[in-house]
Every structure is written in C-alpha cells, then in structure tokens.
C-alpha cells in the first residue's frame, strides 16, 4: 500500500484527515475537500456512520468504549444510522456558511434548529462532586455533541478568529488568533502555493 498523503491517517482502518482547525467543529467542516463548491465534494472522508464514529474517537469527543457500543447499535438499526449520518454531513454544510459568513436566513436556521435540538437533549446527572451535562449514549450523540461545540464557538470570543484556507480547491477552517496564520498546512496548501509562485518566477 503507498504511503498517505502527510495530512491523512489511517485510523482503525478508516483514512481520516489530520485535524488542523485547532477546533473540533473546524475540523468536523474540514471532513471533506474542496469547499469552493457545495457539489459532491471530490473527496469525503465520512463515508458511513462507522467512520464517523472513529472519527470522533480520532479528534477526542467520544471514548474508544462508547464508539464501540455505538457501532454495535447501528449495526441493528442500520436505517437510522444512515439517516444520522446524512443529518451530520447536512449540518456541516450549513454551519461551514455559517462560520464564513455566508449562509442565507434558511441555513442559519437549519444549523440552529440542530444546535437548539441538541441543547434540548441534555440531561442533568448528579457526579460525584456535583452535577454535569450529559446526552443519551444513542445515535444522536455523536451529532449532538458536536452541535453543542458548534453552537458554544459562534456565540464564544474564538467566532471572530475562524479563517478559510485560501489554498486552490481548499476553503479548510481554523482558528487563528495570533493573526499570524495563512493556511490550513503549510505541508500541504502552503507547499502548493510556494510551488507554483516558484513556478511562476521561473517563466
């Protein structure tokens, strides 16, 4: 099998890309390449539930032992689990125009309807030395959690340092609050560009 490209990994058999959003809603909207269009991206790393299960293993939301468990539930209600699946990768698409700014009246809506239904779903559990915030362990977890995050970054400080990658058939999220940072990696969309502006010269 040839070596990876340097910004993906194989995690338990799935191909994921590396996180570089400094944020795990970033790096939930950089599961897909190229968001110069909202078409069928040219590559799509969560294809199946199952995937997007390791990766939220992969970026630290979801414990190895829930992601376990989880796969084991979609394996009996595949039909759901498709459904979920398909509900992610709709919210990705309206909050990436959320976070850039360009989402229409409707595409807000859609993301905060998400974001609202999910807060809605929490429960409070007694701890040992308190109390905290929990969601059902069920196939709207994954989604769920991650729309709690999403929802906690753009009403949070960390909403006016989202940038876009300005890489060729790129548009990557990450945070850059130092003002200091121009690409989603410079081992990838950085290289690229130095290439071609080298190419250019050489003309």
Same mark, same amino acid.
């Given at each position: ?7 993906? *990994? ?33 590559? *799509?790393?969560?294809?199946?539930? *199952? ?9 630290? !939301? ?5 992601? @376990?468990?989880?796969?084991?539930? #979609? ?32 595409? @807000?809506? #859609? ?23 929990? !969601? ?31 890489? *060729?058939?790129?548009?990557?999220? @990450? ?11 410079? #081992?990838?969309?950085?290289?690229? #560009? ?10």
């Amino acid at each position: 099998m040839s070596a990876l490209p340097s910004h993906l *990994e194989l995690v338990q058999g799935v191909v994921l890309p590396k996180p570089v959003g400094a944020d795990p809603v970033l790096d939930f909207v950089n599961t897909r390449s190229d968001w110069s269009t909202r078409d069928q991206a040219r590559t *799509e790393w969560l294809t199946s539930y *199952e995937a997007f299960l390791i990766w939220n293993s992969y970026v630290g !939301l979801l414990p190895p032992a829930t992601v @376990f468990r989880l796969i084991e539930q #979609a394996s009996g209600k595949p039909t759901e689990a498709a459904r979920r699946l398909h509900a992610a990768l709709e919210f990705r698409a309206e909050l990436y125009d959320v976070l850039t700014g360009q989402a229409r009246d409707e595409s @807000f809506e #859609a993301a905060a309807r998400v974001i609202e239904k999910a807060s809605g779903r929490r429960q409070l559990l007694r701890t040992g030395d308190g109390a905290s915030w929990e !969601l059902p362990e069920d196939l709207a977890q994954p989604l769920d959690q991650l729309a709690l995050l999403a929802g906690d970054l753009l009403t949070g400080p960390s909403r006016a340092h989202v940038r876009v990658c300005p890489g *060729e058939s790129c548009g990557w999220l @990450f945070l850059d609050p130092r003002g200091r940072r121009r690409w989603c990696s410079m #081992a990838t969309c950085g290289n690229r #560009a130095k290439v071609r502006a080298h190419a250019a010269r050489a003309r």
